[in-house]
């Protein structure tokens, strides 16, 4: 039984103490919220990927005008348009950035938010040219979002089979060199396999960097996933005439060759529930939420209980948050710098229109700039890995000036008027975490926002 602790719950496993919201009073209460109504939501609006789709025919619609008539006034407006639909698309993201704040900094279920952010992570998925460059918070809404606690298979297969997906990993390249269609095209102008996504299900979302499988493993499953594709105006498609032909065998089990999505919803299915997944998940779970270098009990504690519920998520959070090694007093982890702002913003109180009057100029001035010099651009990380979770890769001598600049100015730009009393904000901030050296740092401070800055500045406050 561990001993229940607000304020930890609020700051390990949430985005911070807030003066608006009181936070769960126990550990059955962090759990039911993951279960109940996703309020927030509703709240805060995000477009779904199944409406971010339309833009992405609209958009496609207009290219096909314009190649059909070169050099015609109908080209050139259909090039204008495009760049509207474009331009619509990019302001609508940072719309989004602006809604997934006001979520963090109001929700009465920060772990809910949290998980959101940590499952985005691992099944990172980016669109790769156009306006699909935007869509990583619609395919969140699409993919992640539902089944959050479900079964890890189900997870699993929404992400990997998700357009998205299918476009960043190159899925949709891949052909099957001995397919219908493969033929039909003829040797100069045959595609093949692509096995980018069946090696990052394999390193990534499954069974780990030193996972038992080989190459052979990797292209094998290529293999299952050749039919997988994504028309903008329908969704998802299989394509039967792209499947290489035959049975393929992964991790010592073969799959039949039913030209249908079968075969890869019963691969997916058992990749989720491999002994070597449940551990890569149990110690990526618990470095996130608790230490880079996490308690081998602790990590043992959540494979055991995920592996003998076959996958099912709750068991894997509540596996987490009742094991005294996730509940020790001493804030530890390095928060990354999406996060410090959201726990920032969180703590100032964040009001519900605070963005309602915000152009694109201000959501780069406010965000985006800041969290680039920080190394960590919005929903942009540098592979399909996601962000790194080592503490080191976000103390750096550039990352912490430009959390100094963001935390001195920024503040108040959003807050105008409505910034809190530095004294007070030391406690709402920081709770038991606040020290002597920090209130006198607020109380001395020459003006207002230097004194949230240097709050904000804090070790307390920048780990939990």
Same mark, same amino acid.
Do not use: C
């Given at each position: 039984?561990?001993?229940?602790?607000?304020?930890?719950?609020?700051?390990?496993?949430?985005?911070?103490?807030?003066?608006?919201?009181?936070?769960?009073?126990?550990?059955?209460?962090?759990?039911?919220?993951?279960?109940?109504?996703?309020?927030?939501?509703?709240?805060?609006?995000?477009?779904?990927?199944?409406?971010?789709?339309?833009?992405?025919?609209?958009?496609?619609?207009?290219?096909?005008?314009?190649?059909?008539?070169?050099?015609?006034?109908?080209?050139?407006?259909?090039?204008?348009?495009?760049?509207?639909?474009?331009?619509?698309?990019?302001?609508?993201?940072?719309?989004?950035?602006?809604?997934?704040?006001?979520?963090?900094?109001?929700?009465?279920?920060?772990?809910?938010?949290?998980?959101?952010?940590?499952?985005?992570?691992?099944?990172?998925?980016?669109?790769?040219?156009?306006?699909?460059?935007?869509?990583?918070?619609?395919?969140?809404?699409?993919?992640?979002?539902?089944?959050?606690?479900?079964?890890?298979?189900?997870?699993?297969?929404?992400?990997?089979?998700?357009?998205?997906?299918?476009?960043?990993?190159?899925?949709?390249?891949?052909?099957?060199?001995?397919?219908?269609?493969?033929?039909?095209?003829?040797?100069?102008?045959?595609?093949?396999?692509?096995?980018?996504?069946?090696?990052?299900?394999?390193?990534?979302?499954?069974?780990?960097?030193?996972?038992?499988?080989?190459?052979?493993?990797?292209?094998?499953?290529?293999?299952?996933?050749?039919?997988?594709?994504?028309?903008?105006?329908?969704?998802?498609?299989?394509?039967?005439?792209?499947?290489?032909?035959?049975?393929?065998?992964?991790?010592?089990?073969?799959?039949?060759?039913?030209?249908?999505?079968?075969?890869?919803?019963?691969?997916?299915?058992?990749?989720?529930?491999?002994?070597?997944?449940?551990?890569?998940?149990?110690?990526?779970?618990?470095?996130?939420?608790?230490?880079?270098?996490?308690?081998?009990?602790?990590?043992?504690?959540?494979?055991?209980?995920?592996?003998?519920?076959?996958?099912?998520?709750?068991?894997?959070?509540?596996?987490?948050?009742?094991?005294?090694?996730?509940?020790?007093?001493?804030?530890?982890?390095?928060?990354? @710098?999406?996060? +410090? %702002?959201?726990?920032? /913003?969180?703590?100032? #109180?964040?009001?519900?229109?605070? =963005? *309602? !009057?915000?152009?694109?100029?201000?959501?780069?001035?406010?965000?985006?700039?800041?969290?680039?010099?920080?190394?960590?651009?919005?929903?942009?990380?540098?592979?399909?890995?996601?962000?790194?979770?080592?503490?080191?890769?976000?103390?750096?001598?550039?990352?912490?000036?430009?959390?100094?600049?963001?935390?001195?100015?920024?503040?108040?730009?959003?807050?105008?008027?409505?910034?809190?009393? @530095?004294?007070? +904000? %030391?406690?709402?901030? /920081?709770?038991?975490? #606040?020290?002597?050296?920090?209130? =006198? *740092? !607020?109380?001395?401070?020459?003006?207002?926002?230097?004194?949230?800055?240097?709050?904000?500045?804090?070790?307390?406050?920048?780990?939990?």
């Amino acid at each position: 039984m561990v001993q229940f602790d607000r304020q930890l719950a609020e700051i390990r496993f949430g985005y911070g103490l807030s003066p608006l919201v009181p936070g769960p009073t126990d550990v059955d209460a962090m759990l039911r919220g993951l279960q109940g109504p996703d309020a927030i939501v509703d709240r805060f609006p995000i477009e779904p990927f199944s409406i971010f789709r339309q833009r992405m025919v609209a958009v496609r619609e207009q290219i096909t005008i314009r190649r059909k008539n070169r050099g015609t006034p109908a080209a050139a407006a259909a090039r204008k348009q495009r760049n509207v639909l474009n331009k619509e698309a990019r302001i609508a993201m940072f719309e989004w950035l602006g809604q997934t704040m006001l979520r963090r900094a109001h929700t009465p279920t920060a772990f809910r938010e949290r998980l959101v952010a940590f499952w985005a992570d691992h099944f990172t998925a980016l669109g790769k040219a156009g306006v699909a460059r935007r869509a990583t918070s619609p395919y969140i809404e699409d993919a992640i979002r539902p089944n959050l606690n479900g079964n890890f298979a189900d997870l699993l297969q929404a992400t990997v089979m998700h357009p998205l997906m299918l476009d960043y990993l190159d899925q949709i390249q891949s052909m099957g060199p001995e397919s219908e269609r493969a033929a039909k095209m003829g040797p100069k102008k045959k595609r093949g396999l692509n096995e980018n996504l069946a090696r990052e299900v394999m390193e990534l979302h499954t069974l780990g960097v030193d996972g038992p499988y080989t190459q052979e493993d990797v292209t094998q499953l290529a293999e299952l996933f050749t039919g997988m594709s994504f028309q903008p105006r329908n969704g998802f498609k299989f394509r039967k005439d792209f499947v290489e032909p035959g049975a393929e065998t992964v991790l010592g089990k073969t799959y039949p060759d039913a030209y249908n999505v079968a075969p890869v919803r019963a691969v997916l299915t058992d990749l989720a529930t491999h002994p070597a997944t449940t551990r890569h998940i149990a110690h990526k779970l618990a470095v996130h939420f608790v230490t880079d270098d996490p308690d081998p009990d602790l990590v043992d504690h959540i494979e055991a209980a995920f592996a003998k519920s076959g996958g099912e998520l709750m068991s894997l959070y509540e596996a987490l948050v009742t094991h005294p090694a996730a509940w020790a007093p001493q804030l530890v982890n390095f928060k990354p @710098p999406i996060d +410090f %702002v959201s726990s920032s /913003l969180r703590g100032l #109180g964040l009001p519900d229109g605070a =963005f *309602a !009057a915000f152009t694109e100029r201000d959501f780069r001035q406010v965000f985006a700039t800041g969290l680039v010099l920080m190394g960590q651009q919005w929903e942009r990380p540098g592979g399909p890995d996601g962000w790194p979770e080592e503490d080191g890769e976000w103390i750096t001598p550039q990352g912490l000036a430009a959390r100094v600049r963001w935390a001195m100015v920024m503040p108040q730009r959003i807050m105008g008027g409505a910034l809190p009393d @530095p004294r007070e +904000f %030391v406690e709402t901030a /920081l709770g038991r975490h #606040g020290n002597d050296a920090v209130r =006198f *740092a !607020a109380a001395a401070a020459e003006s207002k926002p230097e004194a949230i800055g240097l709050v904000l500045m804090s070790p307390a406050f920048q780990r939990r």
